[in-house]
C-alpha cells in the first residue's frame, strides 16, 4: 500500500470559472492544487474575439489570491461569425490554446453556438493550418434524439464526418461520458484527445434520479448507464496518451440548481484530486493517476509538463466544505458518497 504519492502539478484541460463574485469564489479551488487550466468562454455574452480573452484574462488574474500561482489558458467561443485572422492573432500572440465548439442549444449559454457546422468550415481549415485544438462539446441537440443517446449520435452523425472532412483539424472530445466515446478517442490517433471529468468517474444516471432527483448530480451531457462509467474509468485509468483530466467543474448558485428548471453542472474543483486519488487507487491505477492528471494533457497541447509537485497523503478520511460561499449565493461541492482517504498537502 503506497501511503504517499508525489506527482507533478497536475492542471485542469477544462474549467469554468465565470465572472465577478463566482470567479472570486472558485478561483482558488482550483488554484490550490492546479497549475493551470483550460477556461471555457461560455460567459453571457460570450468570448468571441481575441480582446475579450486579453480581457478575461486579466480579471482572472486580477482575481487571484496574493500567494497563489494559476495559469489560466483562454479558449474563444467559436460563433457562425468567427474571424479567423482575429483568432489566428490571438494564437500565434500565444492568448489562446483552443477554440471551443458548442452546437447551438446543448447548453449552459450556448445560444450563440454553431448551427450549421458547415458554416464554420473555413475557421475550421484556418485551425488545422496553424494547429491550433478545437474542444468540442460533443452532443446532438435535435429535439428527436433522446438526451441519453445525445453524444454517441454526435459522433456519428457530426464529428467523425468534420474530422473526415478538415484533415490535421486537432480535436478533444469534451468531457466524453460514453463507452462509444472512449472508444472513438482511442481510434483517433495524435491529433485526437479527450477529456473526462471527475463526477462521470463516479455516478452514473441512477445517482440523478433513483430516490428523488438530485440537481447536484445534473450536468451536461448527462451522466449515462453503468456500463459508460466503467468504460470511462477504464480509459481513464489507462494511461492511454488520449484521455486526460478536465472536470467540467461548473458552479452554479444552489437556488438556480435547485428549482423546476435546474442549471447543468457539477462543481468539483474543491475535491478532485482528493476524488482522483480514491477512483485510482479503487481501480489499482494510482501509478497511472499522474499521467491522466500532469502529463497527457501537456503533451495533447505541445506544452511542457509542470515541474513542480503535489503530495498525496493517505490517512484519515478527509472533509470538504460541502458548499463554498460566494457573493451571489452558496455552491454546493459535488458529494462521491464515498469517504477521501487521500489529502492533498
Ligand atoms: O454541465 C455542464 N455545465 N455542462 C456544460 O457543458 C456547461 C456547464 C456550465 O457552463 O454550466
Ligand atoms: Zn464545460
Known amino acids: 500500500m503506497t501511503y504517499s504519492l508525489t506527482l507533478r502539478r497536475p492542471d485542469d484541460w477544462h474549467l469554468h470559472l465565470r465572472d465577478g463574485a463566482m470567479l472570486r469564489a472558485v478561483l482558488p479551488e482550483t488554484a490550490r492544487h492546479f497549475g493551470r487550466a483550460i477556461i471555457m468562454p461560455n460567459l453571457v455574452p460570450p468570448v468571441v474575439r481575441g480582446s475579450d480573452a486579453a480581457a478575461y484574462r486579466d480579471r482572472i488574474l486580477a482575481a487571484l489570491p496574493d500567494g497563489m500561482s494559476f495559469e489560466p489558458l483562454m479558449t474563444l467561443y467559436l460563433t457562425e461569425d468567427t474571424d479567423p485572422d482575429d ?21 449552459t449559454n450556448s445560444a450563440s453556438g454553431v448551427r450549421n457546422i458547415d458554416s464554420v468550415r473555413p475557421v475550421l481549415e484556418r485551425m488545422a493550418e496553424i494547429g491550433l485544438p478545437l474542444c468540442v462539446h460533443g452532443e446532438v441537440t435535435t429535439a428527436d434524439v433522446d438526451i441519453f443517446d445525445r453524444e454517441a449520435v454526435f459522433i ?4 467523425d464526418p468534420m474530422r473526415k472532412s478538415v484533415p490535421g483539424l ?10 462509444q466515446g472512449a472508444e472513438y478517442a482511442r481510434s483517433g490517433g495524435a491529433d485526437l484527445g479527450a477529456t473526462i471529468t471527475t463526477h462521470h468517474l463516479v455516478i452514473n444516471r441512477n445517482h440523478i434520479l433513483v430516490g428523488g432527483i438530485k440537481p447536484h448530480y445534473y450536468c451536461l451531457p448527462v451522466a449515462k448507464r453503468e456500463e459508460h462509467r466503467l468504460a470511462l474509468r477504464a480509459a481513464a485509468t489507462s494511461g492511454e496518451a488520449c484521455f486526460f483530466l478536465g472536470t467540467d467543474s461548473a458552479p452554479h448558485t444552489d437556488p438556480n440548481k ?26 489499482d491505477a494510482l501509478n497511472r493517476l499522474e499521467a491522466f492528471c500532469s502529463l497527457n494533457g501537456p ?4 506544452l511542457p509538463a509542470n515541474t513542480d509537485t503535489i503530495t498525496l497523503t493517505r490517512g484519515e478520511p478527509v472533509h470538504y466544505p460541502a458548499k463554498i460561499d460566494t457573493d451571489d449565493g452558496p455552491v454546493t461541492v459535488f458529494d462521491p458518497q464515498m469517504d477521501l482517504l487521500w489529502r492533498v498537502d
Open 258 to 283: 435547485e428549482m423546476a428548471c435546474g442549471c447543468a453542472g457539477c462543481f468539483t474543483a474543491t475535491n478532485t484530486m482528493s476524488v482522483l486519488a480514491q477512483v485510482f487507487e479503487q481501480e
Open 299 to 302: 503533451a495533447f497541447y505541445g
Open 156 to 159: 456519428d452523425t457530426v464529428l
Open 87 to 107: 483568432m489566428a492573432a490571438a494564437h500565434a500572440s500565444g492568448l489562446i490554446k483552443a477554440v471551443k465548439l458548442y452546437p447551438a442549444g446543448a447548453t
Open 170 to 179: 486537432r480535436v478533444v472530445m469534451e468531457h466524453i461520458t460514453t463507452r
